[in-house]
């Protein structure tokens, strides 16, 4: 009789063991599935067509002429040699000659004159905005600086149809400003973005038709307002890129990309009834337009 009694005790201490790893092992399933809950409600944005990383320090040994060799290219011009009042004036003339006013970017003439590019990059380099800048004086001067950028990185690479056929082109840290070595992500995602200005995307141009157009004038802090303003207007005006109406909207897949840029003061139809002549009903339809990443020659 003892002996079953022993049994049975056995019996119910080992079960109640059983039981209690089977309620410890039960709690962290418990924390999965509230954890997959709670990351689902989480708002997902829509990505940028490129990946944005972190800037980083490049090794003193690098040396950009493995990527470039300017004396091989065969200048006709030297720009370096003309006066001019300001940096401002310098790229606006540089512009003028190789931009058309739609827009259309001469890369076989910026290709001879690509002494008097590198020119104005090594000036951007050599003059950063310092702390007591004022935004709108950043915000111009890293927006010529990244379309200068992107020229430059179309050159070096030149003849292509598109920036998509350079390998990782906004990934390619070739500009060396202040102690940071950048590439175009990193002005456009981890500056200009943050600068809180939703109108930089119509003013830095990628190379790309269905791109904003490249200005042929260089963004300056005193007329920074009016030129993106018109800049604005001017992308959502333009039927190639954007297709408006009071009840339907195909918009630049920018306004995808980029959409929580667009809603920091209000809905994204709030932003564009800003700088459209439509009024455009808060329950338009709105679908997205094909992006076209030929180069905008």
């Known amino acids: ?69 300017p004396d091989s290219l065969g200048f006709h011009q030297d720009l370096t040699k003309h006066t001019f009042d300001s940096l401002d ?14 827009g259309n ?28 800048a004022s935004k709108e004086q950043k915000l111009a001067y890293w927006i010529n600086a990244y379309n200068a950028l992107t020229i430059d990185l179309i050159l070096r690479n030149y003849p292509i149809k598109s920036i998509k056929d350079i390998d990782k082109p906004w990934d390619q840290r070739l500009w060396k400003f202040g102690e940071k070595w ?13 600068m809180d200005e939703p109108r930089i995307h119509f003013a830095i141009v990628c190379a790309s038709f269905s791109c904003p ?25 333009d039927s190639d890129r954007n297709e408006i109406s009071q009840n339907n909207l195909r918009l630049s897949k920018i306004f995808k990309w980029f959409a929580k840029d667009f809603k920091t003061d209000g809905s994204l139809i709030d932003f564009l009834n800003k700088y459209t002549e439509v ?19």
């Open 213 to 237: 157009k490249l200005q042929n004038k260089a963004f300056t802090a005193s007329n920074l307002e009016a030129q993106l303003t018109e800049a604005t207007k001017d992308f959502l005006a």
């Open 182 to 194: 950048l590439n175009l992500n990193d002005i456009e995602h981890q500056i200009l973005r943050k």
């Open 105 to 132: 970017v001469n890369y076989e003439s910026f290709r001879k004159d690509f002494k008097g590019l590198q020119y104005y990059i090594k000036f951007l380099q050599d003059s950063l905005p310092n702390n007591n």
């Open 279 to 297: 009024e455009i009903s808060s329950k338009a339809k709105k679908s997205f337009k094909d992006y076209n990443w030929d180069l905008n020659d």
């Open 89 to 102: 004036d310098f790229w606006t003339n540089f512009l003028q000659k190789n931009v058309s006013d739609n």
């Open 1 to 69: 009789m003892k002996q079953i009694t022993l049994f049975i005790l056995l019996v119910l201490v080992t079960a109640c063991g059983s039981s209690k790893k089977v309620i410890e092992s039960s709690k962290p399933t418990e924390k999965v599935e509230k954890d997959v809950v709670e990351k689902s409600e989480v708002e997902i944005i829509p990505e940028a067509p490129y990946e944005t990383e972190e800037i980083i320090d490049i090794p003193d040994n690098y040396n950009p002429n493995q990527i470039i060799k």
